[in-house]
């Protein structure tokens, strides 16, 4: 009889185990046991389930694209694990507060079995949740993010609540289509563990930086492992880089062929994993803080940006000169070598605008030095190149030498004297790591000392060596130890129970321990924001020195960044490879609201070639930042160290970007002020036609550009998608005959190929040697006709250099129209900043099919113009039009019938 009962029992118990590890198929497992030792005995510990894939695992590797780095998990959830139940549900101002709790407890030690919902219903578009300790205050991001205390009346979603176990699910209304349903996996809500998991609407992915990966992260067949935590290291794929922004895009395909978009902002600073896998579902495991997730629920994707941007900040407006051509180099060593670069760059008559320094020009490489035997006389080369209307700007690393002789660097004694370095755990002892100067202090930016100590010190230095802009390297923050110069502590910080699959295997792995103490928090929460506050405190030092417009360039970012500084891909090579990354990384980054991004152009390590160099000069001159950077002993890659042939093209491109000025000053202005990428991906503009969704090898610069750079070694073209539209080659102004398919374009290595698309107004100018000297030059339109004959443009103008013009509205705001193929309309909305004449010199009009007669300027006829039948463009020259005298000029032609 006992023996039956035994066997029962036994049976029962295998029974249900098989039962609550049933799933339909691998996809629908969710890792219980990511870490590289996992066992079935390990995997059973932690009472989940353990089981090969149903498929045969050879087979199915073949399926995976050659980067894949995970796989179908042995070891994963039973649908019974531990979690939480809903108490209570209360309805409040924001919407609803939830109690969950649970009793019994995961494999994480120190799980919060109480915890606090709060659904926020923030606006039509943006629904917020928040899950959080109910007793114990936790750290949060210190963001500010916009506090709604009121419900929206209305909303586009849907939420659901399960109560047991708990979950949630939110809906498109209009569709049915899920946006987030956390019922595909347990919530583990531990004080150093919070995981959570969400089903996503289709297997398409855009975002999750800062990786080196495609545009397109396609789960189709694919389990992916993604990890956030700042981290120094040259671009490879599959690692945490420089910066954190767990922000995605997600497209909804819906029933009818249309497509909506939402988007996800887990806005968490601490170091994490998010695995994404082919159900698709997408896994979020952090080791700190709480669980505050933004949803925005779009639905074009120019909606979820802007949505996305209300939260974290939109990006800063640029100083004019900063779109200009930057050169820098580590390792000129000297002056003389710098001086020799200038002159070859002035001898072959290229536009460029910014000269910069590396760590080479410092003494012994300590911040707010220069070298005075190797770099002697820096300050009045400095105050030259501003003489001729360039700029200049040079390197800061965070790390604060603190061996100097006593008396000797002010930096870091007024460092000490303002108490703004960080200190070990539970200590007023300094934390000292190692940088390239050797033991330094690393400043804590979250100290409100900070900004003090450091306008004061940037100061004392701009006395010396007026610089124009700040670079901020190596703040990760960067350290060449691990930990400190004294190892770690043996804390729960230091030694976290789950490490996410950081680079080195350890948070302190070239950097800080995270037992480090800042003023805000722990190291651990705020590690990957030290780049996100020193840019902030930059911003604010460059602001009170200079008064004009801040130019700060800042190597790690967090969600937010590009509200104070531009960015740069960090690090990369001189290869074919790292050029075509250097595009959907530009590309995320634009949706990361750091639209000033660029990466180094002809390649950062690594000798370069001429051809490489050439290409990637063309393509860096349709960055929004364009910096030509080469490594220490590499050897000289300006553009005026190459052949005769090179120069030539590389300068056609730079004049391509210098005539385009005013069209890209203008997106900068519709970034800053209306939440618009500048530089973006083919779907954003032709959501509905599905060939665009995994195209990075082309972009589109605003609306109207797109730029189909050559990316291959020795070859003469390129296979380029032409949207189903109206396209001229630029500036040839040659109509595109094939669209809607991928044709292929001459590319040789004399040629970028760059496009207009019918609609668009592009408001060009006649380049200078810089843009300060190029200014008042007269300007040029671009007129490219739709297929029904209108077009649109417009142009935002100003001092380029002052903090507050959009404030004061101390701009000029023109737009542009063509209406019925015949009359283009110039109005000039905003005049107030009337330092010099617009000359509108040129109008040039695609696409004008029948002949021309008579060209009307204000009503008065004008004889300057050109037209033949054959180009289909209309040319009207000479014109001397001061575009700012009349709120409203027309200039209309007619035409044979
Ligand atoms: C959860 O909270 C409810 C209400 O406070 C309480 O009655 C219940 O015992 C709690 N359950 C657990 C498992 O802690
Ligand atoms: C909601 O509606 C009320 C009354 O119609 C209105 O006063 C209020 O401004 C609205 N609130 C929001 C956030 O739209
Ligand atoms: C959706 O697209 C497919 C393939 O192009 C087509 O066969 C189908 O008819 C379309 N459906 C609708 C509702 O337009
Ligand atoms: C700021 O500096 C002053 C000394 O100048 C010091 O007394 C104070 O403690 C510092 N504040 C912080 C927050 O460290
Ligand atoms: C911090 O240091 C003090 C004094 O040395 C000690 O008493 C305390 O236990 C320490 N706290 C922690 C959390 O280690
Ligand atoms: C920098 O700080 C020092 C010491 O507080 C002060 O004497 C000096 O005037 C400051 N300089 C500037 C330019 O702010
Ligand atoms: C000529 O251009 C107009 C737009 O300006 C367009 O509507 C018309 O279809 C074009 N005609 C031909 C034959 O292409
Ligand atoms: C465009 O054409 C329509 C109809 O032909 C006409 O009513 C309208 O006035 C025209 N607009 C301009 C600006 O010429």
New binding site residues.
Partial sequence: MAHLSFILIFFLIYYSYCQQCDQSSDIARFDCYPENDATQEKCLARNCCWRQPFENRNQREKHFSAFHDINVPYCYYPKDFPTYKLQTNEQTEFGQRLRINKSETTYMPHDITDLTVDLIYETEHRFRIRIYDTIYKRYEVPLEVPVITKKANQTDYDVKINSNPFSLLITRKSTGVTLFDSSVSPLIFADQFIKFSTRLSSPYVYGLGEHRQALLIDLTEKWKKLTFWSRDFPPVENTNLYGVHPFHINPEFNRDNSTNFHGQFFLNSNAMDIDLQPLPALTYTTIGGIIDLYIFTGPTIQNVIEQYWDIIGKPIMPPFWSLGFHLCRYGYNSIENMLATVKRMDDANFPYDVQWTDIDAMSSYLDFTYDEKNFHGLPDFVRNLQANGKHYVNIIDPGISSVQSPGSYLPYE?GLRKNIFMKKFNSTELILGKVWPGITAFPDFTNPNATDWW??IS??FH?IVPFDGMWIDMNEPSSFIDGSSDGCTMNNLDNPPFIPNVLGGSLSSKTLCPSAQQYLSQHYNLHSMFGYFEAKVSNAALKTIRKKRPFVLSRSSFAGSGKFTAHWTGDNRATFDDMYFSIPAILNFNMFGITHVGADICGFGLETTEELCTRWMQLGAFYPFMRNHNDLGQKDQDPGSFSYAAQQSMKQALLMRYSLVPFWYTRHYEAAMLSRTIIQPLFFEYPNDRNTYNIDQQFLIGRALLVSPNLKTETTSINAYIPSDVWYEFPSGIRVEKVGTFINLDAPLSKINVHVRGGFIIPMQIPGDNLIIGRGNPFTLLVVQSQWGNANGNLFWDDGDSIDSIETKTYNYLEFSLMNGTTLRIDALVTNYQDRPMRLELVKILGVNKTVTNVNINGKSYTNFLYNIFDQILLIYGLELDMLTQSIQTIQWTMTN
């Fill in positions: 007024e306008t004061n100061s004392i006395d």
